[in-house]
């Protein structure tokens, strides 16, 4: 079966930068890495590592390029990851990032599922809609509202030191 993904550029500007692509399902997450770097002009020098998301494209597990665990917490390499392993009509959506200095983030999205057509040679650039950016696209990372929180409204009454138990008496 063939795989079809809309690949778009996350960035601030009205215009719209993606790419549409066929890959065989049984192809490797590297495989499609490396459909990805060559369509968007890239030379796919740079780190990169999808991540599996949910609807509201919250960044879920890695599959990386290389292996850069600590050996305890093992990661799914795109070497060895195909992608009918983790794609499927259930699970639609990953991000992608690529060259993490750069923060090159991308959302990719599997359109449909398809038969193979024959004569045709994948992976597949379909569709190429909008220019690549000289640079990254600025990422602005947002905290949660903290102004409400306060340190010192814990209900306590330091004044009444010695009624405080162990655990408020420890330092």
């Known amino acids: 079966m063939i ?6 550029l996350d960035n601030d500007s009205e215009d719209d930068i993606f790419r549409d692509l066929e890959i065989r399902e049984s192809d490797s997450f590297e495989d499609l ?5 060559q369509s968007f002009g890239f030379d796919g020098s740079e780190m990169a590592s999808f ?3 949910d609807d509201e494209w919250n960044q879920g597990e890695e599959i990386s390029l290389f292996d850069m665990s600590d050996g305890i917490n093992k990661t799914k390499l ?3 990851t195909t992608l009918k392993d983790l794609v499927h009509e259930d699970q639609t959506k990953l991000i992608y990032v690529y060259d993490f200095l750069s923060m090159w983030t991308f959302y990719v999205e599997l359109a449909e599922i398809v ?3 024959e004569g045709t040679d994948y992976p597949n650039l379909m569709f190429v809609h909008g220019q690549v950016p000289d640079e990254a696209p600025e990422k602005s990372f947002e905290a949660e509202n903290l102004d409400d929180f306060n340190d ?3 209900d ?5 030191y010695d009624n405080l138990d ?3 008496n420890w330092n």
Do not use: K, P, Q, W
């Open 33 to 37: 890495h490396n459909t990805i770097t």
């Open 156 to 160: 306590l009454d330091i004044e009444d």
């Open 3 to 8: 795989y079809r993904f809309r690949i778009v």
């Open 166 to 168: 162990f655990d408020e």
């Open 51 to 53: 991540y599996i998301s």
């Open 78 to 80: 795109m070497g060895n």
């Open 152 to 154: 010192y409204e814990d």
């Open 115 to 117: 038969e193979e057509a």
